[in-house]
């Protein structure tokens, strides 16, 4: 169900059927590339399953990338075939996005044409109801690719197979304890798809795609209402901004909400704040909060108690491994760069590498990429920075790249600025490293609870403060309006183009807009 739609499975299962059927006949081979430009909903979850069940490979490279990376993600996975709605099929018109167009609505031959689009889907559909249905793929063949977010570099496509992605799906299930008497609210573009993967009832609440802080508290509990959701899955600043929307919800709307007995959290860090405010809108729920990536996902997983009873420390609990799952530390040396030396001591900060059956196959025609993240082989190295704990519990840090190399050697980010967070004074925080790696300084930067309007250096009164709770030295404290985060999650702060602005600033440059 999605903004006042619903399906059956037995009618998205004879869709999905008619679908793939009929791009088997419009000539789709199997291991054709298809890349899928519709938001979350009925019919992007029909040409999914559709393109699965005829062998195709879908390009998923969601709106959250914004044009230019959509672009860049288009061309690099170079798919053989494109189906989106009526604006996405015009943008692959007129910026010349590879694929052959076939448009996801009911449209007149013109207007079709107008588009540039070969076919409608409904063309495909009737189609595939007078024609042969495609044999399936087997658990080997490549399932999809996929793109990472972009937050600290260009998007990079993931591949996957059949076999990976079913492991994958089947890991959620164990760990959530998820049944077919369970029903799912997504409110994240990508995972909505879980969903009908898992077998059960879903939805998609109503809100902005590509900016999860629009949810609100009744748009989730409209959502949750219409299914009788047991399961809420949303980002930290989806979340934020369902806990501020909150009062003044109907007594029917809070009724619902209280029957979701699980809520998920990920994407970036979740703090116990936004845990604890989210749990008092939804009272019954357990929150978790997975840790995973494009690449893998889950990894680990910690409940809100587990993170509250972990405390604090350098960086973010993000719990033990789950069943099936290994986690190793590469240490860093004194230049902030793996060792090459994996193991599982307790304390040693490090990058954190994975080996479990649903990493991903590869990365896609990113030989040197795919190279280095596969080292030792088996493994993926995550580009995360963290440590394991006496317990055995995952602490991620930051980074890779972004870890501040200054003459004492490597600082990871993220305890800081979880300390720095801790203030009341301070609503978001970045720690940043500013100088030639080696000689960086850390500064820090802040957003307000009540935001300026512009930015500059932050009060004497608060750099005391922040200085006062970090154990490190902090060369400078600057306040800023708003701070960069990707456009998926709106929650990964973009550290590289923070440090680049206040080293910037520092330099005696003009304090411009972040």
Not at 145 to 166: D, L, M
Not at 369 to 382: E, I, L, M, V
Not at 435 to 454: A, C, D, E, L, S
């Amino acid at each position: 169900l999605v903004v006042g739609r619903s399906v059956t499975f037995a009618v998205l299962a004879a869709d999905v059927e008619a679908v793939a059927t009929g791009l088997s006949e419009a000539g789709v081979q199997p291991g054709d590339r298809v890349a899928l430009l519709s938001p979350p909903g009925i019919d992007l979850t029909v040409c999914l399953f559709a393109c699965w069940r005829m062998g195709a490979v879908v390009v998923v490279a969601d709106a959250g990338l914004g044009v230019a990376g959509m672009g860049r993600a288009l061309a690099s996975a170079d798919p053989a075939y494109l189906i989106g709605i009526p604006r996405a099929v015009a943008a692959a018109r007129a910026l010349r996005w590879p694929g052959v167009r076939i448009v996801a609505a009911s449209l007149s031959g013109a207007a079709r044409r107008s588009l540039g689009a070969w076919a409608t889907l409904d063309e495909i559909r009737r189609l595939g109801s007078v024609g042969s249905p495609p044999a399936p793929p087997s658990d080997e063949d490549v399932a999809a690719v996929v793109f990472t977010s972009g937050a600290t570099g260009a998007a990079k496509g993931v591949v996957y197979r059949h076999h990976q992605a079913q492991a994958q799906r089947d890991a959620l299930v164990q760990i959530y304890d998820i049944s077919p008497d369970d029903r799912l609210v997504a409110a994240f573009g990508p995972f909505a798809l879980y969903g009908p993967a898992m077998g059960i009832c879903s939805a998609v609440p109503e809100m902005e795609v590509t900016s999860p802080g629009t949810l609100t508290a009744a748009a989730l509990a409209a959502a949750v209402d219409a299914i009788e959701a047991t399961l809420v899955f949303a980002s930290p600043a989806a979340l934020t901004n369902v806990s501020a929307t909150a009062p003044g919800l109907s007594p029917g709307y809070r009724d619902a909400l209280a029957g979701v007995r699980l809520l998920m959290s990920a994407g970036a860090p979740v703090s116990a704040a936004v845990l604890r405010r989210a749990c008092r809108v939804m009272p019954n729920a357990e929150a978790h909060t997975p840790y995973g990536m494009t690449e893998v996902l889950p990894v680990a997983d910690i409940t809100l108690e587990e993170i509250e009873a972990a405390q604090s420390g350098a960086g973010v609990c993000v719990g033990t491994p789950v069943a099936g799952v290994e986690v190793a530390i590469d240490p860093l040396d004194n230049l902030g760069r793996p060792r090459h030396e994996p193991g599982a001591s307790a304390g040693v900060t490090g990058e954190v590498c994975i080996r479990a059956p649903h990493v991903k196959d590869r990365y896609d025609r990113l030989w040197v990429t795919q190279h280095a993240s596969a080292q030792p082989p088996g493994w993926h190295r995550s580009g995360d920075v963290g440590h394991l704990d006496a317990e055995g519990r995952l602490w991620i840090e930051g980074r890779l790249f972004h870890v501040i190399v200054g003459p004492d050697g490597p600082v990871t980010p993220v305890g800081i600025e979880h300390a720095v967070e801790s203030l009341e004074a301070v609503a978001l925080a970045a720690a940043v490293g500013v100088g030639p790696r080696g000689t960086q300084q850390v500064v820090v930067v802040v957003v307000p609870p009540n935001p300026p309007r512009r930015a500059g250096l932050a009060a004497d009164s608060l750099a005391d403060e922040v200085r006062a709770v970090v154990d490190v030295d902090v060369a400078a404290v600057l306040v800023v309006p708003a701070l960069p985060v990707d456009k998926r999650h709106n929650s990964k702060i973009n550290r590289t183009r923070v440090a680049h602005w206040a080293e910037g600033v520092l330099a005696g440059g003009r304090i411009g807009r972040l």
